[in-house]
């Protein structure tokens, strides 16, 4: 259903990306803890579907705002969009993201521009547009999806991936503190290999099939885990111990090591073409 507005106590909770994987686990375990939502993705149909599922599971308000994030004025119309239904944001989630594959002179300059504005100018932007009205009520919450490809040196394929989700962390590393005195808490989640759609989007399906399956999480786990950790008020949480001992390595490690083995296996889950 699409909420008109929200007249009572309950928090209200903003997802990006929230028509699949990560983003519409979020959405359900924030339904579930009695928050109303904020739903905005490129594909209205699959978030009407959730809207409907989550109002008859948990009574849930939720508005629908489809967006493209990749559009340089989508933050500003999805930041009006809100004010005008009177909506008030306590958490916002910016999960919305995807890989551009194979190697970087492959496509043309404006796709990478379009996977930029996605997923640094629309995560600053939204943060800037929300985090004021957040100030004001003395609280808030902010979860920005990044990756543990932020934490390990890249490779080739997906050049702009991994780069944006270091900048992710950084950002957040930042906004924390300056956003603490506010009683808002800023946290950046880094998953690790998650079973959803980003791969096949990214084209990687068959060949992330063939990663050991003890690698990857799902996304449930992942979402509850973000808010679990937001709600302790870490500022980086990098999902499951397998991920967490695999960023601990690459910082440890000599640098030409771990490059070596990042290189080695990348073809195991990149298009580096």
């Known amino acids: 259903m699409n909420g008109a507005g929200n007249g009572s106590a309950r928090r209200t909770a903003l997802v990006t990306g929230a028509s699949a994987g990560i983003g519409r686990e979020f959405a359900r375990e924030y339904a579930r803890r009695g928050c109303d939502l904020v739903l905005t993705a ?8 959730l809207a409907d599922e989550l109002a008859q599971a ?3 308000r939720v508005t629908i705002l489809p967006a493209d994030l990749s559009r340089p004025d989508a933050p500003a119309l999805l930041a009006a969009a809100v004010e005008a239904r009177g909506l008030t944001i306590d958490i916002l989630v910016n999960n919305a993201g995807y890989g551009v594959p194979g190697a970087f002179a492959s496509s043309a300059w404006e ?3 379009a996977f930029q504005q996605v997923m640094i100018n629309a995560v600053a932007e939204l943060c800037h547009r929300f985090v004021p009205a957040m100030k004001a009520r003395g609280a808030g919450t902010i979860i920005n999806v990044a990756s543990l490809a932020g934490h390990v040196p890249g490779s080739a394929g997906h050049t702009l991936y991994g780069a944006s989700k270091a900048w992710m962390i950084r ?3 930042s906004l924390a503190p300056e956003l603490a005195p506010s009683g808002i808490r800023v946290l950046a989640l880094c998953p690790g290999f998650t079973y959803s759609e980003f791969h096949d989007v990214s084209g990687m399906r068959a060949s992330v099939s ?3 399956r003890w690698l ?3 996304a449930a ?5 973000g808010i679990a950790a937001a709600e302790r008020g870490e500022i980086v ?4 111990r397998i991920n967490r001992a695999i960023a601990l390595a690459a910082r440890l490690l000599p640098r030409p090591l771990v490059e070596a083995l990042i290189g080695r296996h990348a073809r195991d889950f990149r298009n580096t073409n």
């Open 42 to 49: 490129r594909r209205e149909g699959r978030l009407a579907a």
């Open 58 to 60: 948990h009574g849930t």
């Open 111 to 113: 796709v990478h521009a």
């Open 171 to 173: 950002f957040t590393e």
């Open 210 to 212: 063939r990663l050991p």
């Open 216 to 218: 990857w999480m799902d």
């Open 221 to 225: 786990t992942v979402a509850r885990d």
């Open 237 to 240: 949480y990098i999902t499951g």
